[in-house]
C-alpha cells in the first residue's frame, strides 16, 4: 500500500477518515492524496468563459486551498506526505479516473450513511464511491483515536469469483494481524444446511495459506441484516464484503448487499470490487 486517495469535503465525517488514512499510512510509509470536489459548472472554469465568471471561480478555488492548509495544520499529518488535489464539477465515475491517475492502492472516506427516502433517492456518497471504485473503498462511519483491527469479518456467498477479493482482504488482515471470521449467511429464500454452507465455504478456502480464520454460518432474514448481527455478536473491528458495482436501473432493482452495509453499517466497512 504505498498511495491512498482521500476524498474530503472538509467536513467532520472526512476528517475522521482522514485520520484513519494517516495512520494506515505511517504503518505502511505511504503518501495521501486528499481530493477535494468542487461544483463549479465547466463553463466557469473554461479559458472562453465570460470575464465575470473567472473571479467567482478563483475564489472559491482560492478558499478551498485554504482549507487544505488548515487541515495540514493537523497533528496527525506530521511526517506524512500529501498532495492537495481539486477537481471542479467531479462525477463519482471520474473518482475512479484519479484512482488510475495517481496509481491509487486504497480509497478512505468518511461517511455518516443514508436511511429511508434519503437512500432510496440518493444514498450516501460513499456508496456512490462503492458503485464505480475498481480500488478497495474503506468506509469510516466514526472518529477513531486508534484504527486497530482484530476482528474482521468477511462475508460471502463463497462463490468463486470473491476468491480474488479475500486475497485482498488476506493483505489487509496481516497489516494488523487480525483474525478474519469468514461468515455465509443463510436466509429462507436462499437455504443452504449447515453441512453444505460449511463445505462450501471449505472448498472457497483450499489452497491459501493464511490460517489466522474461523468459518461461520448465520441464519437470518436477510443477508444485510445477518451481517450486522454477527458483527455486532463477536464486536467486529471491521466489516469486508465484496461488490460487483451495479450501476443505474440493475442497481436500482437489484439492491447491492455491500452499498447496504455502507448506509446501514456502525462499523468500519472495506468493499473490494469484484
Known amino acids: 500500500m504505498n498511495k491512498i486517495l482521500v ?5 467532520e465525517q472526512a476528517e475522521n ?5 494517516a495512520m494506515l499510512a505511517k504503518k505502511h510509509n505511504a503518501e495521501i492524496y486528499l481530493l477535494h470536489m468542487m461544483e463549479i459548472p465547466m463553463q466557469q472554469i473554461d479559458p ?11 475564489f472559491f478555488m482560492k478558499l478551498a486551498h485554504k482549507k487544505f492548509e488548515d487541515l495540514m495544520e493537523r497533528d496527525f499529518l506530521e511526517g506524512i506526505t500529501v498532495y492537495e ?3 471542479a464539477d ?3 465515475n471520474e473518482i475512479k479516473e484519479s484512482c488510475k491517475e495517481f496509481d491509487i492502492d486504497l480509497i478512505v472516506m468518511g461517511s455518516h450513511g443514508a436511511s429511508g427516502l434519503k437512500e432510496m433517492f440518493i444514498g450516501s456518497n460513499a456508496e456512490k464511491v462503492v458503485r464505480t471504485s475498481d480500488v478497495p473503498v474503506l468506509v469510516i462511519k466514526n472518529y477513531h483515536a486508534s484504527f486497530n483491527i482484530k476482528d474482521f469479518v468477511f462475508a460471502s456467498d463463497f462463490k468463486n469469483d470473491n476468491k480474488k477479493t479475500y486475497e485482498q482482504a488476506i493483505a489487509f488482515a496481516k497489516i494488523f494481524d ?9 436466509t429462507a429464500n436462499n437455504f443452504l444446511t449447515t453441512y453444505e454452507s460449511r463445505a462450501r465455504i471449505n472448498d472457497f478456502i483450499s489452497g491459501q495459506t493464511f490460517e489466522n480464520y474461523t468459518t461461520n454460518v448465520h441464519n437470518d432474514v436477510s443477508v ?3 451481517i450486522l448481527n454477527f458483527s455486532a455478536e463477536i464486536d467486529a473491528d471491521l466489516i469486508g464484503i465484496s461488490t460487483h458495482g451495479r450501476q443505474g436501473i440493475a442497481h436500482f432493482f437489484n439492491s447491492s448487499i455491500s452499498e447496504d452495509l455502507v448506509n446501514h453499517a ?9
Do not use: C, M, W, Y
Open 178 to 186: 487480525a483474525k478474519i471470521h469468514l461468515l455465509l449467511v443463510n
Open 90 to 92: 467531479i462525477t463519482f
Open 7 to 11: 476524498p474530503t469535503d472538509f467536513s
Open 85 to 87: 488535489t481539486v477537481k
Open 48 to 58: 472562453g468563459a465570460v470575464q465575470s465568471d473567472i473571479p467567482e471561480t478563483l
Open 17 to 21: 477518515a482522514l485520520r484513519v488514512a
Open 224 to 226: 444485510e441484516q445477518g
Open 266 to 274: 456502525k462499523r468500519p466497512v472495506i468493499t473490494f470490487k469484484i
